[in-house]
């Protein structure tokens, strides 16, 4: 169900909801999670004080009533009751807790120090969830020249380029669908556009280059519906993230790998991996190049690989130290 806080929130909440897209800089997308989030919450506030009638379904509640009021009456323990019911009655994950979590402690911050509403954030102290931390999935080295192998096709230069950036330049989906020509500067690099509409500055290195201008002779001039777009489909606009998807997983299909958890995303994690355990580049480098506001989120491609623990360990000093049992003494004498 799509989501339109302008007409479901109330001024309260759209008044946050607006500082975040205008001040923070958020995205649409970005902005619609915290208001999906800031929505679950207040029908929950609104059911446990018998505000709305037992006989409306959770989902209908309406929360363009949410004023002043309401706001100050929230105390800690609301919110910890809400973790419960998020955890036992919703069956959301930690991760899931924890972004609602931020998203409240955010809404009340914002309601104590901007407009100075309540004297002190009644949620400061409310301890986010903890979430198992995962390995990223990605492709090794070999399996990744291989998919790079095997395209071919119609299209084989445009899905090349393709590949070639997400494993190269470690870009987001979104990222890689949004590049427009004038973003290829003259000094190999390209102007990437990521999340809250922030930009950096990706180099190309001779790879992405070659797979970049062996694109441009193929690709369609004339009825061109996107003249800015790099990545054109077969209608001749823009490419598409469902469009890009099927290419991916076409291509990781012929490799073996379709049936193994692997998309789009996972190439993004495979540049990083390969940057880190084969180009030994500096994490905070590498937080650059992808893009990442926190470090603690770059961390996750610092995860060492078997062999890498191997040669750790073959690489001490005492791996070739072994002791010299009785046995061996009374065989010496």
Known sequence: ????????????????????????????????????????????????RNLVSSDVEFSEI??????????????????????????RERDNSAVTRARKCSSLKSFFDYYTAKKHLLPSNPLAELDIPKSPKKLPKYLTLEQSIALL?????????????????????????????????????????IRITGKGNKQRIVYLNDACIKAINEYKKVRPADGVKDKNALFLSSRL?????????????????????????????????????LMYQHGNVDIRVLQEILGHENLNTTEIYTHLSPDQIKKAANANPLSSVSHNTGGDKEKQN
């Open 62 to 87: 309406s929360v363009d009533d949410i004023d002043e009021n309401i706001i100050k009456s929230i105390t800690l323990t609301d919110a910890y009751e809400f973790m419960n019911f998020l955890l």
């Open 149 to 189: 192998n095997s395209v071919d096709g119609t299209n084989k230069e445009r899905d090349y380029c393709i590949l070639t950036l997400f494993l190269n330049c470690g870009m987001r989906l979104s990222e890689l669908v949004g590049i427009n020509f004038n973003d290829i500067r003259s000094d190999n690099t």
């Open 1 to 48: 169900m799509a989501i339109d806080f302008m007409t479901e929130a109330s001024p309260q909440i759209k008044d946050y909801l607006f500082y975040l897209q205008t001040v923070r800089g958020k995205s649409p997308k970005t902005v619609d999670e915290y208001f999906s989030d800031l929505r679950t919450f207040f029908r929950f506030i609104k059911r446990k």
């Open 237 to 273: 606009t823009r490419i598409s993230p469902k469009t890009v998807q099927f290419i991916v997983n076409k291509y990781l299909t012929k490799i073996g790998l379709d049936a193994q958890g692997y998309s789009c995303h996972k190439l993004r994690h495979t540049a990083a991996t």
